[in-house]
């Protein structure tokens, strides 16, 4: 179907974007690299009255450093986040999970800030800013806010983005020290979405594992972290026993839903089976 | 309506489009570049996939006034000027590489973006290059097939030696 009619607004910095979005009217969509918002526009389960395209915003695109954090532009696009020499250096679980992301061609159009705004449940990036406590930087009419991913993932599709802001930039502390990392995504067919999958992002020391970060991706309307396997890691052997042990906590305090795809209770079978792959991977073993 | 212009197979256009126009619709319907097909609402099969600024993207899912100012390639931009086929077209001719030939302009042009990244892939990383084109008839034997032909054609060509 062809989406129905509405005002296209196309700025070239962030300030003009924040006045476009401002003045646009009750019902205004921002467009990143369309990957989702246009299916859904073609559906018409989406119809905005004015549609503010990033594209051409150039201060929102690309990776740089900042002492110990990696700056990723929200307009950053799949594809240059998987060939990006900084994220392979500073930041491989990013690259490794978007690889797994739709296909060739929906990676290039579609951006690193686009798949954590739409923050789908069963979206691959949203559990990695989670595992790796990456920070959200916000832009609105008064200015720039900073927050954390566990308050930037609200509910099923919804963010702490407000009305009328944006999303900039997403800081990622670059993970220093012996860190192995691992994405392990369940899904049936090509380019599809995660059944289930697990962020995993193991530091060992002297033979252990000091501390292991693990983000759920589909167990519930927001990504989640297996607090209780990280703890029952947190000075671990190394040994396939002991993560088989922690592995088995994965699913504690998730929701899952049940849907075409699974049920609840075999989407928490996965959580285990994923997180022991995923950490056995992450630990070198 | 917007203004837009763009250079599609090597020819310049300025249009006046309604925002709202995908890419593939002012491809086929403004231009009659109709070789570039819709074969599904849900951005999943493929089959409307051009090269935007020398990237493979689905054209159902870019609108065309995003496309201004850009380069455009699509499957009736491929062959020489004499009207030789490109490698991938015949390699997909020679191997059989279709049935109906529905999703045959899109896993060309797909087929052409992979190759262009990995001259040499396996068939694993075919099958892959290719996820994000849908067949209903073939079985894709025959495409990864044809794919492996034109890589061991293009490399042989960039090689020197026939
Ligand atoms: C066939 C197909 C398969 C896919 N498979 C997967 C998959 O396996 N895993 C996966 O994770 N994703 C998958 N996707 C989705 C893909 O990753 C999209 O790129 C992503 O979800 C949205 O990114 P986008 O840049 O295209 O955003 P858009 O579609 O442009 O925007 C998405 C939403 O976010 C909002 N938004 C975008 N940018 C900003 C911003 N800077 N500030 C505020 N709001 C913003 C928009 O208003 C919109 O509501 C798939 C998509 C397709 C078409
Ligand atoms: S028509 Fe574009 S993906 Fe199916
Ligand atoms: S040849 Fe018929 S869809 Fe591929």
């Not at chain 1, 992301?101 to 579609?110: I, S």
């Not at chain 2, 600024?53 to 699509?74: H, L, M, R």
């Not at chain 2, 899109?106 to 892959?128: C, F, H, Q, V, Y």
Request: net charge negative.
């Amino acid at each position: 179907m062809i989406p129905a009619p509405f005002a296209y607004e196309r700025p070239t910095t962030v300030d003009e974007a924040l006045q476009a979005i401002a003045a646009g009217g009750e019902d205004v969509k921002i467009l990143a690299g369309g990957q989702s918002l246009i299916p859904v526009m073609r559906l018409r389960l989406a119809a905005p009255e004015t549609v503010v395209d990033l594209t051409r915003v150039t201060e929102l695109r690309g990776v740089r450093e900042e002492g110990d954090v990696l700056v990723i532009g929200a307009m950053t696009t799949h594809h240059d986040v998987i060939t990006d020499p900084l994220i392979a250096q500073h930041a491989p679980l990013i690259a490794e999970a978007t690889e797994t992301v739709a296909d060739r061609q929906v990676r290039h159009r579609g951006t690193f800030g686009g798949a954590l705004a739409h923050a789908d449940p069963a979206g691959d990036l949203p559990a990695v800013a989670l595992a790796l406590d990456a920070e959200f930087v916000l832009a609105g009419p008064n200015g720039r806010r900073t927050v954390g991913a566990s308050d930037f993932f609200v509910d099923y599709l919804t963010t702490a983005l407000e009305e009328g802001e944006l999303l900039v930039e997403i800081r990622v502390p670059k993970l220093t020290g012996s860190w192995g990392v691992r994405y392990e995504k369940f899904n049936r067919v090509a380019q599809a979405w995660s059944i289930v999958a697990v962020a995993a992002a193991v530091r060992r020391e002297n033979g252990h594992i000091a501390e292991a970060r693990i983000g759920l991706t589909n167990m519930g309307p927001t990504p989640l972290r297996a607090r209780a396997t990280e703890a029952a890691l947190a000075g671990a052997a190394v040994t396939a026993e002991a993560i088989a042990d922690a592995a088995r906590s994965a699913a504690e305090g998730t929701s899952p839903s049940s849907d075409l795809n699974a049920q609840a209770d075999y989407r928490e079978h996965l959580a285990q089976v994923l997180t022991r792959r995923a950490v056995s991977a992450a630990a070198g073993l | 309506m917007t203004s837009i212009n763009v250079r599609v197979d090597g020819a310049s256009y300025s249009d006046d489009v309604e925002p709202r126009t995908l890419l593939v619709h002012y491809l086929r319907e403004t231009l009659g570049k109709v070789g570039t097909v819709v074969g599904c609402d849900t951005s999943n099969c493929g089959a409307c996939t051009v090269h935007l600024d020398g990237e493979a993207v689905k054209s159902c899912t870019v609108f065309a006034v995003q496309a201004d100012g850009s380069e455009i390639t699509t499957i009736e931009g491929i062959a020489g000027g004499d009207g030789a086929l490109h490698p991938v077209q015949k390699a997909f001719h020679e191997m059989h590489g279709l049935q109906c030939g529905y999703c045959t302009p899109g896993m060309i042009m797909a087929s052409i973006d992979l190759l262009k990244e990995n001259p040499s892939p396996s068939e694993t990383e075919i099958r892959e290059g290719i996820e994000g084109n849908l067949c209903r008839c073939t079985g894709y034997q025959n495409i990864v097939r044809a794919v492996q032909q034109a890589a061991g054609e293009m490399s042989g060509a960039t090689g020197g030696q026939a």
